[in-house]
């Protein structure tokens, strides 16, 4: 009986637990840090054997191949422990990719890939049987051992890609790729960008590259190296022949000379990096010969993505949006970009190494005071101090949202666009959205 070894407790992980004991896996579940009891119960529910708060060497490293969370970095002394013994350590994402025979869409990107993720299977759910999971919603694995789906649409991190060797998607997505994450590669983009395009590693001719095409670092790293899936690309600026692009105000798609013409006035979501996801969704969807009436209906009736410029309240003439999925600089460029008003900007958290200089030219346009809201706050001191009147520096939401209605008069605009992680005051993203509404709310 072959080992498995799970190393993170969470969803992915006690996912993959489950489907590696019903394929017959010896599966032992192993957490540095305390395991949240609705993950416990089922872990002893299934008689599944599982420690917390270390990782013990002698029950990881006799393992046959190790499931890691992607929040591991490589770096920690156990993951190498198991890289010198030549243990294969994966990813959720190629476990149960090697025990399904559904059709897979992968989406990938820095940024714009939840919404593109959602939207897509939004579009195909309504002619296919389809699951959504990955980054999001039920762990893939789960979704493979409890209702296996024809299809899959799945949004997948770097972290997540770079624990995949044999993955295949029929169609893989890269939104875009701008600098994220650098602290987990080295603090080289080059790493970042080649652990993004190993979705497209094992794909043949048969198989099909969705790309930005006005994304230069995605043009140039398929100029210089093989790419073998068929590419087809969506641009907002260039004529494209096999592909999605913009024509006065018409998303354009031809797939092997079949077309479809969508006019972007009735597209539900906004802005145009919602055009972008639009086209990405919409030519998976031609691709997978969901009807053209289908695709327009769905993309006038999609409700958009919790924490992705995500209107709250008005409050006395001024608009709070919570934008708190924006965990890095390029991410925040779009949320300034889409907001005309004068605005209160509530950023900051934990710094992967951002460089500010792209927002420069937004924030001297539109924003009339920055509340910071971080443990560490120099990089953004330093960056923007003498470019906007009023900084306030916080260490708790409430505070912060108490002090931006304070700094606020008719016509203002409220933005939570961090461009960091949340981790030094929040949970996650979602906690720090969370928290954002609720004070919001309760002014």
Not at 184 to 206: C, G, L, P, V
Not at 410 to 423: E, H, K, M, R, Y
């Amino acid at each position: 009986m072959k080992r498995l070894v799970v190393l993170g407790a969470g969803e992915s992980g006690v996912g993959t637990a489950l489907l590696g004991k019903a394929k017959g896996y010896e599966v032992f579940v192993s957490d540095k840090g305390k395991i949240k009891e609705k993950y416990k119960a089922v872990l002893i529910h299934n008689e599944i054997d599982w420690e917390e708060e270390q990782h013990t060497e002698a029950k990881v490293l006799n393992a046959d191949v190790v499931m890691k969370s992607p929040g591991i970095p490589d770096k920690v002394a156990i993951i190498q422990a198991l890289l010198n013994k030549e243990i294969s350590v994966i990813s959720e994402i190629e476990f149960g990719s090697q025990l399904t025979k559904a059709t897979i869409v992968a989406i990938t990107g820095s940024n714009g890939k939840t919404t593109t993720a959602m939207l897509t299977h939004h579009l195909l759910k309504q002619e296919l049987e389809v699951g959504l999971a990955g980054n999001i919603g039920d762990s893939f694995a789960k979704q493979v051992l409890e209702h296996d789906f024809d299809n899959y649409v799945l949004e997948i991190s770097s972290f997540q890609l770079d624990g995949c060797f044999s993955f295949k998607p029929k169609i893989a997505v890269i939104t875009n790729i701008v600098p994220d994450h650098l602290d987990r590669y080295d603090y080289k983009f080059e790493n970042y960008i080649a652990s993004k395009f190993r979705i497209t590693k094992n794909q043949t001719k048969e198989d099909y590259l969705i790309y930005d095409a006005d994304d230069e670092v995605i043009l140039e790293y398929i100029k210089n190296n093989t790419i073998q899936a068929t590419l087809v690309p969506f641009s907002l600026t260039k004529t494209i022949e096999n592909g999605a692009y913009l024509d006065n105000d018409n998303i354009i798609i031809t797939i092997d000379n079949n077309q479809i013409i969508m006019p972007t006035e009735n597209i539900a979501l906004k802005g145009k990096h919602n055009v972008k996801n639009a086209m990405a969704a919409s030519t998976v969807s031609h691709l997978l010969n969901i009807r053209k009436q289908t695709i327009r209906e769905s993309l006038e009736n999609f409700q958009g993505v919790e924490h992705r410029l995500e209107n709250v309240l008005k409050i006395n003439k001024v608009q709070y949006i919570n934008d708190s999925k924006a965990t890095n600089v390029n991410a925040t460029y779009f949320a300034l970009d889409s907001v005309s008003s004068p605005t209160v900007w509530i950023v900051g958290g934990v710094d992967k190494g951002n460089s500010y200089n792209e927002l420069f030219s937004f924030v001297n346009e539109k924003v009339k005071a920055i509340i910071c809201l971080g443990v560490d706050n120099e990089k953004l001191l330093a960056s923007f101090g003498e470019m906007v009147d009023v900084v306030v520096e916080t260490q708790s939401m409430s505070e912060a949202v108490k002090i931006a209605y304070k700094l606020t008069e008719a016509g203002d605009t409220v933005l939570l666009s961090p461009a960091c992680a949340s981790f030094d005051l929040f949970e996650n993203y979602e906690d720090r959205g969370r928290q954002f509404k609720e004070a919001v709310r309760n002014l």
